[in-house]
Every structure is written in structure tokens, then in C-alpha cells.
């Protein structure tokens, strides 16, 4: 059993910088891969960054890619999204979550445990 708990996220003017951290509780949670996800009003949610369990690997949509930085931090059960050159369309709740299995990926139905999730609002 693993949960999640996500924090930093608030209200930001385009360009400016915010970090995301998602605290972890559960020892599987440094064996499985991590990811970011996040949904905008009436939209779907939408995969935004995942990384291995040991950080080696990383993969991000495009949307997000040079702009945000995924990263963990085994030793404090915690995963971290570093958002930078923020954008009015990255405006959303994002949602940390924890995979099923070793292999990570972009769909969110291979992800077990979901955190409750943080308001990012861009204004323009």
C-alpha cells in the first residue's frame, strides 16, 4: 500500500517557476516507477512526466519537455516536479501517482496509487 500526498502547487504568473513535491508513505513506493499527471477543467487527465525507481530514466510529453524536470528522492520517499517557464495552459490540478510494476509509462491505468492532487494556476 503506498500514499501519496502532493504539495507546492499555487497561484503563478506566466514564466515564472514552481516546484511540486509528493511525499510518499509505504516502502514500495522506491520500487515502482513514479509518474505526474494533471487535468485541467473540463478536460482529461493528461500525462505530464514519469520516472524509473532509481531516477536513472525519465520521459516526459511533449507539452512539458525542456520546461519541467521530474526527480525523486528515494532516501525521503519523495518525488519532486520541477516546473519552469510556466504557461497559462499548464494551469491544472496535477496529481502524483505510483506505478503497478517495474516498467514505467504514459498511461494512467498503469498506475496504482493516485495522491489527492494540487492546484497549479498561470495566469497570463
Known amino acids: 500500500q503506498v500514499q501519496l500526498v502532493e504539495s507546492g502547487g499555487g497561484l503563478v504568473q506566466a514564466g515564472d517557476s514552481l516546484r511540486l513535491s509528493c511525499a510518499a508513505s509505504g516502502r514500495t513506493f522506491n520500487n515502482v516507477p513514479m509518474g505526474w499527471f494533471r487535468q485541467a477543467p473540463g478536460k482529461e487527465r493528461e500525462f505530464v512526466a514519469t520516472?524509473?525507481?532509481?531516477?536513472?530514466?525519465?520521459y516526459y510529453a511533449d507539452s512539458v519537455k525542456g520546461r519541467f524536470t521530474i526527480s525523486r528522492d528515494n532516501a525521503k520517499n519523495t518525488g519532486y516536479l520541477q516546473m519552469s517557464s510556466l504557461k497559462s495552459e499548464d494551469t491544472a490540478v496535477y496529481y502524483c501517482?505510483?506505478?503497478?510494476?517495474?516498467?514505467?509509462?504514459?498511461?494512467?491505468?498503469?498506475?496504482?496509487?493516485w495522491g489527492q492532487g494540487t492546484q497549479v494556476t498561470v495566469s497570463s
Open positions: 501517482a505510483a506505478g503497478r510494476g517495474p516498467l514505467f509509462s504514459r498511461k494512467a491505468v498503469d498506475y496504482a496509487y
Open positions: 520516472i524509473t525507481w532509481n531516477g536513472v530514466s525519465t
